[in-house]
Protein backbone atom coordinates (compact mmCIF):
# COMPACT_ATOMS: atom_id res chain seq x y z
CA UNK A 1 0.00 0.00 0.00
CA UNK A 2 1.54 3.51 -0.92
CA UNK A 3 2.04 6.09 1.48
CA UNK A 4 -0.90 8.62 1.43
CA UNK A 5 -0.72 11.90 2.55
CA UNK A 6 -3.25 13.10 5.93
CA UNK A 7 -5.11 16.01 4.97
CA UNK A 8 -7.91 17.92 7.69
CA UNK A 9 -9.28 20.98 5.86
CA UNK A 10 -11.38 23.64 8.06
CA UNK A 11 -12.29 20.46 10.26
CA UNK A 12 -14.52 20.90 13.63
CA UNK A 13 -15.16 18.19 15.80
CA UNK A 14 -17.84 17.43 18.17
CA UNK A 15 -19.81 15.07 20.66
CA UNK A 16 -23.32 15.63 20.08
CA UNK A 17 -23.79 19.49 20.42
CA UNK A 18 -20.68 19.93 22.24
CA UNK A 19 -18.09 21.22 19.94
CA UNK A 20 -14.75 20.08 21.27
CA UNK A 21 -12.23 21.24 18.14
CA UNK A 22 -12.39 23.95 15.52
CA UNK A 23 -11.12 25.17 12.47
CA UNK A 24 -8.08 22.75 11.97
CA UNK A 25 -5.56 22.98 9.06
CA UNK A 26 -3.58 20.13 9.22
CA UNK A 27 -1.44 18.04 6.68
CA UNK A 28 1.19 15.19 7.11
CA UNK A 29 2.56 14.49 4.35
CA UNK A 30 3.75 10.73 3.27
CA UNK A 31 6.43 9.89 5.28
CA UNK A 32 6.23 12.81 8.14
CA UNK A 33 6.28 12.46 11.80
CA UNK A 34 4.26 15.83 13.11
CA UNK A 35 4.03 16.08 17.47
CA UNK A 36 0.84 17.07 19.02
CA UNK A 37 1.38 19.55 22.15
CA UNK A 38 -1.75 20.74 24.68
CA UNK A 39 -2.87 21.02 28.14
CA UNK A 40 -4.75 18.52 29.53
CA UNK A 41 -8.62 18.65 28.26
CA UNK A 42 -7.62 20.44 24.86
CA UNK A 43 -9.02 17.74 22.69
CA UNK A 44 -5.90 15.61 21.68
CA UNK A 45 -7.64 12.30 22.20
CA UNK A 46 -10.91 13.22 21.06
CA UNK A 47 -8.57 15.03 17.61
CA UNK A 48 -7.26 11.58 17.24
CA UNK A 49 -10.49 9.50 17.89
CA UNK A 50 -12.07 11.26 15.27
CA UNK A 51 -9.32 10.94 12.86
CA UNK A 52 -9.69 7.10 13.29
CA UNK A 53 -13.63 6.98 13.25
CA UNK A 54 -14.45 6.15 17.15
CA UNK A 55 -17.59 7.13 18.32
CA UNK A 56 -18.75 9.20 19.96
CA UNK A 57 -16.67 11.84 18.12
CA UNK A 58 -18.12 13.12 14.42
CA UNK A 59 -16.35 15.76 12.04
CA UNK A 60 -18.91 18.37 11.71
CA UNK A 61 -17.70 20.95 9.19
CA UNK A 62 -14.90 20.32 6.95
CA UNK A 63 -13.21 17.46 5.47
CA UNK A 64 -10.63 14.87 6.60
CA UNK A 65 -8.87 12.84 3.31
CA UNK A 66 -6.31 10.26 2.95
CA UNK A 67 -4.56 10.45 0.08
CA UNK A 68 -7.37 12.52 -1.57
CA UNK A 69 -10.12 10.12 -0.68
CA UNK A 70 -12.64 11.60 2.12
CA UNK A 71 -12.50 9.69 5.08
CA UNK A 72 -15.09 11.36 7.55
CA UNK A 73 -18.23 9.49 7.10
CA UNK A 74 -16.40 6.10 6.80
CA UNK A 75 -16.62 3.47 9.45
CA UNK A 76 -13.92 2.83 11.43
CA UNK A 77 -12.75 -0.66 10.09
CA UNK A 78 -13.04 1.22 6.66
CA UNK A 79 -10.41 3.53 7.91
CA UNK A 80 -8.24 1.12 9.25
CA UNK A 81 -8.23 -0.89 5.79
CA UNK A 82 -6.94 1.99 4.39
CA UNK A 83 -4.50 2.43 6.32
CA UNK A 84 -4.84 4.57 9.79
CA UNK A 85 -4.18 3.06 13.32
CA UNK A 86 -3.86 4.14 16.66
CA UNK A 87 -2.03 3.37 19.73
CA UNK A 88 -4.72 4.61 22.42
CA UNK A 89 -4.28 6.87 25.64
CA UNK A 90 -6.14 4.37 27.72
CA UNK A 91 -6.82 0.82 25.65
CA UNK A 92 -9.63 -1.30 26.86
CA UNK A 93 -8.78 -4.79 28.04
CA UNK A 94 -10.19 -7.64 25.63
CA UNK A 95 -11.31 -10.49 28.18
CA UNK A 96 -10.58 -13.74 26.20
CA UNK A 97 -8.51 -12.34 23.09
CA UNK A 98 -4.94 -13.18 23.66
CA UNK A 99 -2.05 -11.69 21.91
CA UNK A 100 -0.99 -14.33 20.25
CA UNK A 101 -4.76 -14.43 18.82
CA UNK A 102 -4.84 -11.20 17.32
CA UNK A 103 -1.99 -11.48 15.86
CA UNK A 104 -2.90 -14.63 13.94
CA UNK A 105 -6.22 -12.73 13.23
CA UNK A 106 -4.24 -10.02 11.59
CA UNK A 107 -1.78 -12.23 9.48
CA UNK A 108 0.88 -11.23 11.54
CA UNK A 109 2.07 -14.25 13.75
CA UNK A 110 5.16 -14.56 11.72
CA UNK A 111 6.63 -11.48 13.15
CA UNK A 112 5.01 -11.49 16.52
CA UNK A 113 8.42 -12.69 18.54
CA UNK A 114 10.54 -10.83 17.15
CA UNK A 115 8.32 -7.49 17.59
CA UNK A 116 7.19 -8.68 21.19
CA UNK A 117 10.75 -9.34 21.97
CA UNK A 118 11.98 -5.73 20.66
CA UNK A 119 9.34 -4.52 23.23
CA UNK A 120 10.34 -6.73 26.06
CA UNK A 121 7.01 -8.37 26.01
CA UNK A 122 7.88 -11.62 25.15
CA UNK A 123 6.54 -13.26 27.72
CA UNK A 124 2.94 -11.55 27.18
CA UNK A 125 1.61 -13.17 23.96
CA UNK A 126 -0.21 -15.63 25.30
CA UNK A 127 -1.97 -13.27 27.69
CA UNK A 128 -5.35 -11.55 27.70
CA UNK A 129 -5.06 -8.54 26.27
CA UNK A 130 -4.46 -5.44 28.62
CA UNK A 131 -5.80 -8.18 30.97
CA UNK A 132 -3.95 -7.26 34.31
CA UNK A 133 -0.94 -5.28 32.71
CA UNK A 134 0.96 -2.92 34.47
CA UNK A 135 0.44 1.10 33.17
CA UNK A 136 3.66 0.76 31.18
CA UNK A 137 3.16 -2.92 29.74
CA UNK A 138 -0.21 -1.44 28.36
CA UNK A 139 1.24 1.27 26.33
CA UNK A 140 4.46 -0.64 24.93
CA UNK A 141 1.90 -3.21 23.70
CA UNK A 142 -0.33 -0.45 21.90
CA UNK A 143 2.95 0.20 20.22
CA UNK A 144 3.73 -3.91 19.75
CA UNK A 145 -0.18 -3.60 18.08
CA UNK A 146 0.88 -1.13 15.49
CA UNK A 147 3.89 -3.35 14.99
CA UNK A 148 0.88 -5.93 14.10
CA UNK A 149 -0.72 -3.99 12.23
CA UNK A 150 1.12 -1.91 10.17
CA UNK A 151 -1.24 1.16 9.49
CA UNK A 152 0.29 3.39 6.88
CA UNK A 153 -0.16 6.40 9.35
CA UNK A 154 0.04 6.13 12.80
CA UNK A 155 -1.63 8.01 15.52
CA UNK A 156 -0.01 7.63 18.96
CA UNK A 157 -1.37 9.01 22.33
CA UNK A 158 1.16 9.65 24.87
CA UNK A 159 3.00 6.50 24.30
CA UNK A 160 5.61 6.76 26.31
CA UNK A 161 3.36 8.16 29.53
CA UNK A 162 3.73 5.73 32.50
CA UNK A 163 6.55 4.16 30.60
CA UNK A 164 9.93 3.68 32.62
CA UNK A 165 13.09 5.52 31.63
CA UNK A 166 14.71 2.30 30.13
CA UNK A 167 11.49 1.31 28.03
CA UNK A 168 11.09 4.78 26.73
CA UNK A 169 14.41 3.77 24.96
CA UNK A 170 12.54 0.91 24.08
CA UNK A 171 9.02 2.47 22.66
CA UNK A 172 10.83 5.15 20.99
CA UNK A 173 13.20 2.54 19.09
CA UNK A 174 10.11 0.35 17.90
CA UNK A 175 8.62 3.49 16.86
CA UNK A 176 11.65 4.69 14.37
CA UNK A 177 11.56 1.13 13.44
CA UNK A 178 7.87 0.83 12.83
CA UNK A 179 7.78 4.30 10.98
CA UNK A 180 10.93 3.09 8.88
CA UNK A 181 13.44 5.48 9.98
CA UNK A 182 15.89 3.09 10.88
CA UNK A 183 16.65 1.31 7.57
CA UNK A 184 15.38 -2.02 8.48
CA UNK A 185 11.96 -1.82 8.09
CA UNK A 186 10.01 -2.45 4.79
CA UNK A 187 8.88 1.40 3.71
CA UNK A 188 7.92 5.00 5.61
CA UNK A 189 5.46 5.41 7.71
CA UNK A 190 3.34 8.97 8.78
CA UNK A 191 2.51 9.56 12.61
CA UNK A 192 0.79 11.75 14.81
CA UNK A 193 1.73 11.60 18.35
CA UNK A 194 0.60 13.31 21.47
CA UNK A 195 3.25 13.93 24.09
CA UNK A 196 3.28 15.53 27.22
CA UNK A 197 6.40 14.87 28.82
CA UNK A 198 8.16 15.21 25.68
CA UNK A 199 10.61 12.12 26.30
CA UNK A 200 9.79 10.82 22.74
CA UNK A 201 11.67 13.95 20.94
CA UNK A 202 14.70 12.49 22.11
CA UNK A 203 13.87 8.89 20.54
CA UNK A 204 11.83 9.60 17.56
CA UNK A 205 12.91 12.25 14.48
CA UNK A 206 9.62 14.06 14.08
CA UNK A 207 9.35 17.06 11.39
CA UNK A 208 6.94 19.46 12.28
CA UNK A 209 5.04 20.31 15.68
CA UNK A 210 1.57 21.65 16.82
CA UNK A 211 0.08 23.70 20.06
CA UNK A 212 -3.66 22.74 20.45
CA UNK A 213 -4.93 24.82 23.10
CA UNK A 214 -8.93 25.20 23.87
CA UNK A 215 -9.63 22.96 21.17
CA UNK A 216 -7.65 24.81 18.18
CA UNK A 217 -4.20 24.72 16.75
CA UNK A 218 -2.87 28.03 17.83
CA UNK A 219 0.39 27.33 15.90
CA UNK A 220 3.08 24.88 14.46
CA UNK A 221 7.14 24.70 14.22
CA UNK A 222 9.97 23.17 15.03
CA UNK A 223 8.79 20.89 17.17
CA UNK A 224 11.65 20.90 19.99
CA UNK A 225 11.89 24.26 19.74
CA UNK A 226 7.71 24.75 20.57
CA UNK A 227 8.65 21.63 23.25
CA UNK A 228 11.50 24.06 25.01
CA UNK A 229 9.15 27.55 25.04
CA UNK A 230 6.32 24.97 26.27
CA UNK A 231 9.06 24.21 29.20
CA UNK A 232 9.46 27.56 29.61
CA UNK A 233 6.26 29.25 28.92
CA UNK A 234 3.72 26.86 29.24
CA UNK A 235 1.37 26.61 26.44
CA UNK A 236 1.40 30.34 25.22
CA UNK A 237 2.36 31.22 21.66
CA UNK A 238 5.97 31.77 20.96
CA UNK A 239 6.87 34.94 18.76
CA UNK A 240 8.62 32.53 16.30
CA UNK A 241 5.89 30.37 15.37
CA UNK A 242 3.61 29.90 12.18
CA UNK A 243 0.28 30.59 13.07
CA UNK A 244 -2.09 28.46 10.99
CA UNK A 245 -3.25 29.22 7.40
CA UNK A 246 -6.78 29.93 8.49
CA UNK A 247 -8.07 32.05 5.56
CA UNK A 248 -11.34 29.59 5.34
CA UNK A 249 -12.10 30.41 9.17
CA UNK A 250 -11.37 34.19 8.85
CA UNK A 251 -14.11 33.81 6.11
CA UNK A 252 -16.38 32.12 8.29
CA UNK A 253 -15.86 34.56 11.24
CA UNK A 254 -16.75 37.42 8.73
CA UNK A 255 -19.81 35.75 7.67
N1 LIG B 1 -17.24 11.59 24.84
C1 LIG B 1 -17.19 12.81 25.36
N2 LIG B 1 -18.29 13.45 25.81
C2 LIG B 1 -18.22 14.70 26.34
N3 LIG B 1 -17.08 15.40 26.46
C3 LIG B 1 -15.95 14.82 26.03
C4 LIG B 1 -15.93 13.51 25.44
N4 LIG B 1 -14.68 13.21 25.11
C5 LIG B 1 -13.93 14.26 25.47
N5 LIG B 1 -14.68 15.22 26.03
C6 LIG B 1 -14.22 16.49 26.58
O1 LIG B 1 -13.45 17.14 25.59
C7 LIG B 1 -12.33 17.79 26.15
C8 LIG B 1 -11.08 17.26 25.50
O2 LIG B 1 -10.84 15.92 25.94
P1 LIG B 1 -9.60 15.09 25.42
O3 LIG B 1 -9.65 13.76 26.08
O4 LIG B 1 -9.60 15.12 23.94
O5 LIG B 1 -8.40 15.96 26.00
P2 LIG B 1 -6.83 15.72 25.91
O6 LIG B 1 -6.24 16.94 25.27
O7 LIG B 1 -6.54 14.41 25.29
O8 LIG B 1 -6.42 15.72 27.46
P3 LIG B 1 -5.32 14.86 28.29
O9 LIG B 1 -4.01 15.57 28.08
O10 LIG B 1 -5.79 14.99 29.70
O11 LIG B 1 -5.32 13.46 27.77
C9 LIG B 1 -12.40 17.52 27.65
O12 LIG B 1 -13.01 18.63 28.27
C10 LIG B 1 -13.27 16.30 27.75
O13 LIG B 1 -13.98 16.23 28.98
MG1 LIG C 1 -5.71 12.66 25.97
Not at 53 to 78: C, F, K, M, Q, S
Not at 138 to 166: A, H, M, N, T
Not at 207 to 222: F, P, R, T
Amino acid sequence: MPAKPLVLADVEIAVGPRVLLRRLNLTIGAGETHILFGPNGSGKSSLLSAIMGLPPYHVTRGEVRLGGERIDNLPVDARARLGLGMAFQRPPELDGVTITALARALRADAGLADAAAVLDLADFVRRDINVGFSGGEIKRWEILKLFLQRPQICLFDEPESGVDLEHIAAVGAAMERLLGRDGTGDQRRSALIITHTGFILDHVQAGMGHMLVNGEIICSGDPNRLFAHIKSHGYTLPPWASEPAAAASDERIAS
